[in-house]
């Protein structure tokens, strides 16, 4: 009984007194409009870059002029230093980066910089995952839409992307759910986003197990969500087979 | 058959990387002309066939087709693959879409033919192979033989004034080859330009008006079904010959 009343308790101290419960509240909404705007930004630039480098690595270069040929060698290039880059450095650093830095001197709203830091961030890792899915696509595919008299770009937005598309949903589910979580460190730039709102909690009342628990609830539910809807796009996008 | 040329090649040359393809080859090809091409594999007749449409671009020569240069860099050479059906080994029917899409896509999209007109002329096209009831099937759900047959009305939509078929029987069980290769020769009846590389050697024999003959990347020999089966020139041809019949 004593255990049930210091529960209970605690669940008063933590998020009732006080409106506390706000600062989860709160913080929950900074994660999601972090996270979607992020997500979507991710997805633009990740395809953006998987068509650069599928495009650069499919096609038979001789056949452009020494002027295209250069060009696409420069944007490969540089899409390449931007996957290296971003894969191969901190998400914390480059969100540090971002606001102590480049933002430096700007009085900017925090959470757009985090959804440029995190945008940025998840675009290399989708324009693998992309890449991986157009270049799983026979290349049948794309000299039928050509014969046909479809141009390249056509062809990719008719016939490959759609298949790779549906190839790499899973694997883009798990991306999303990755960057939903990995939004947790905004804290770093004090943009108080859900975990943050519960470390400060956790700060007025210093019990730590009340907050933390119910964050941890909060991302658990929204990344089952999360995936039972990637689940459903993945069936729907099955049934042509 | 008349006299006017629908397509003509000039010293066609094709390498990739070292190994050299094609060294060489010219030839024209008639309006209503069936022309079939032989050869062991390996020997380049599939590349010669892709360089026509361009899927393969050639180092050195000339491809004409209807009287223009496609092989000139400022040609829009996908105005003119719209003229120029091709039929794969792979069928390549997009797996993602409807037989019905798959046909009426390139007449929306290029043609700008409205839906219902599209699907019209699908419709009768597909009624013409006897697959009118597979319309609103996916690709999976057809045997391999019924895929070609889509695929061989999916560039006919298209209204082409050539159609090439690169080996449509190969990757088909042997059962199935007979209907595609019916569909072919109605085809050919019908007065279309045909080019096919292929490997049946009674389909060249009862529908080419000409055969050709590719071995290590030249035109070794060429003539008509008669002489090509019943006279054979080079001892090179008479032992491919030897071996395929």
Redesign the interface.
């Given at each position: 009984m004593d255990f049930w009343l210091n529960i209970k308790d605690e669940f008063l101290r933590n998020f009732i007194t006080g409106s506390r419960w706000e600062y989860l509240s709160d913080g929950l909404m900074v994660t999601l409009r972090v996270s979607f705007f992020a997500v979507l930004m991710g997805i633009a630039l990740g395809v953006i870059i998987a068509i650069i480098r599928s495009t650069h690595d499919l096609s038979d270069l001789s056949r452009f002029n020494p002027l295209g040929r250069f060009f696409i060698n420069l944007i490969d290039f540089l899409s390449k230093l931007y996957l290296n880059v971003i894969r191969g450095t901190p998400t914390v650093i480059q969100l540090l980066i971002m606001y102590y830095v480049i933002f430096a001197s700007i009085n900017i709203d925090k959470a757009f910089v985090a959804i440029l830091a995190f945008g940025i961030n998840s675009g290399a890792y989708v324009a693998e995952i992309v890449r991986s899915g157009i270049m799983s696509i026979d290349r049948g595919q794309m000299e039928a839409g050509r014969s046909l008299g479809f141009n390249y770009v056509r062809t990719m937005c008719y016939i490959v992307l759609p298949q790779a598309f549906k190839n790499v949903v899973p694997a883009l589910g798990n991306e999303f759910i990755v960057l939903l979580k990995e939004t947790s460190i905004c804290g770093y730039i004090a943009l108080q986003d859900l975990t943050r709102g519960a470390y400060i909690i956790r700060g007025i009342t210093y019990s730590a197990f009340m907050p933390l628990i119910a964050a941890a609830l909060i991302y658990l539910i929204m990344v089952l969500c999360l995936d039972y809807l990637m689940k459903r796009l993945e069936r729907r996008l099955r049934r042509s087979e | 058959m008349n006299d006017e040329i629908l397509i003509k090649v000039e010293n066609l040359h094709k390498r990739f990387g070292k190994l050299e393809v094609l060294k060489g080859i010219s030839t024209e090809i008639k309006k209503g002309e069936v022309v079939v091409i032989i050869g062991p594999s390996g020997c380049g007749k599939s590349t010669f066939l892709r360089c026509l449409?361009l899927?393969e671009?050639p180092e050195k020569g000339h491809v004409f087709f209807e009287g223009i240069e496609i092989t000139d860099?400022r040609t829009d050479i996908?105005?003119h693959?719209?003229k120029?059906?091709?039929v794969?080994q792979?069928f390549?029917?997009?797996?993602?879409?409807?037989i019905m899409r798959n046909m009426t896509?390139?007449l929306t999209?290029?043609q700008k033919l409205p839906k219902e007109k599209a699907q019209e002329q699908a419709r009768a096209l597909l009624r013409k192979v006897g697959l009118e009831d597979r319309a609103d099937s996916?690709p999976?759900q057809l045997s391999g033989g019924q895929k070609q047959r889509v695929a061989i009305v999916?560039?006919l939509a298209?209204n082409p004034d050539v159609m090439l078929f690169d080996e449509p029987t190969s990757a088909l069980d042997p059962e199935m080859v007979g209907e595609v290769l019916e569909v072919m020769k109605e085809l050919a009846k019908s007065g279309m330009t045909m080019v096919v590389v292929t490997h049946e050697m009674g389909f060249a024999r009862e529908v080419a008006s000409r055969i050709m003959f590719i071995d290590e990347g030249v035109f070794m020999e060429e003539g008509s079904p008669a002489e090509f089966f019943g006279n054979p020139k080079s001892a090179r041809l008479k032992d491919f010959l030897s071996k395929v019949l």
């Amino acid at each position: 009984m004593d255990f049930w009343l210091n529960i209970k308790d605690e669940f008063l101290r933590n998020f009732i007194t006080g409106s506390r419960w706000e600062y989860l509240s709160d913080g929950l909404m900074v994660t999601l409009r972090v996270s979607f705007f992020a997500v979507l930004m991710g997805i633009a630039l990740g395809v953006i870059i998987a068509i650069i480098r599928s495009t650069h690595d499919l096609s038979d270069l001789s056949r452009f002029n020494p002027l295209g040929r250069f060009f696409i060698n420069l944007i490969d290039f540089l899409s390449k230093l931007y996957l290296n880059v971003i894969r191969g450095t901190p998400t914390v650093i480059q969100l540090l980066i971002m606001y102590y830095v480049i933002f430096a001197s700007i009085n900017i709203d925090k959470a757009f910089v985090a959804i440029l830091a995190f945008g940025i961030n998840s675009g290399a890792y989708v324009a693998e995952i992309v890449r991986s899915g157009i270049m799983s696509i026979d290349r049948g595919q794309m000299e039928a839409g050509r014969s046909l008299g479809f141009n390249y770009v056509r062809t990719m937005c008719y016939i490959v992307l759609p298949q790779a598309f549906k190839n790499v949903v899973p694997a883009l589910g798990n991306e999303f759910i990755v960057l939903l979580k990995e939004t947790s460190i905004c804290g770093y730039i004090a943009l108080q986003d859900l975990t943050r709102g519960a470390y400060i909690i956790r700060g007025i009342t210093y019990s730590a197990f009340m907050p933390l628990i119910a964050a941890a609830l909060i991302y658990l539910i929204m990344v089952l969500c999360l995936d039972y809807l990637m689940k459903r796009l993945e069936r729907r996008l099955r049934r042509s087979e | 058959m008349n006299d006017e040329i629908l397509i003509k090649v000039e010293n066609l040359h094709k390498r990739f990387g070292k190994l050299e393809v094609l060294k060489g080859i010219s030839t024209e090809i008639k309006k209503g002309e069936v022309v079939v091409i032989i050869g062991p594999s390996g020997c380049g007749k599939s590349t010669f066939l892709r360089c026509l449409n361009l899927l393969e671009e050639p180092e050195k020569g000339h491809v004409f087709f209807e009287g223009i240069e496609i092989t000139d860099r400022r040609t829009d050479i996908n105005l003119h693959r719209q003229k120029m059906g091709m039929v794969f080994q792979q069928f390549n029917l997009f797996p993602h879409m409807t037989i019905m899409r798959n046909m009426t896509l390139a007449l929306t999209k290029l043609q700008k033919l409205p839906k219902e007109k599209a699907q019209e002329q699908a419709r009768a096209l597909l009624r013409k192979v006897g697959l009118e009831d597979r319309a609103d099937s996916y690709p999976s759900q057809l045997s391999g033989g019924q895929k070609q047959r889509v695929a061989i009305v999916r560039a006919l939509a298209m209204n082409p004034d050539v159609m090439l078929f690169d080996e449509p029987t190969s990757a088909l069980d042997p059962e199935m080859v007979g209907e595609v290769l019916e569909v072919m020769k109605e085809l050919a009846k019908s007065g279309m330009t045909m080019v096919v590389v292929t490997h049946e050697m009674g389909f060249a024999r009862e529908v080419a008006s000409r055969i050709m003959f590719i071995d290590e990347g030249v035109f070794m020999e060429e003539g008509s079904p008669a002489e090509f089966f019943g006279n054979p020139k080079s001892a090179r041809l008479k032992d491919f010959l030897s071996k395929v019949l």
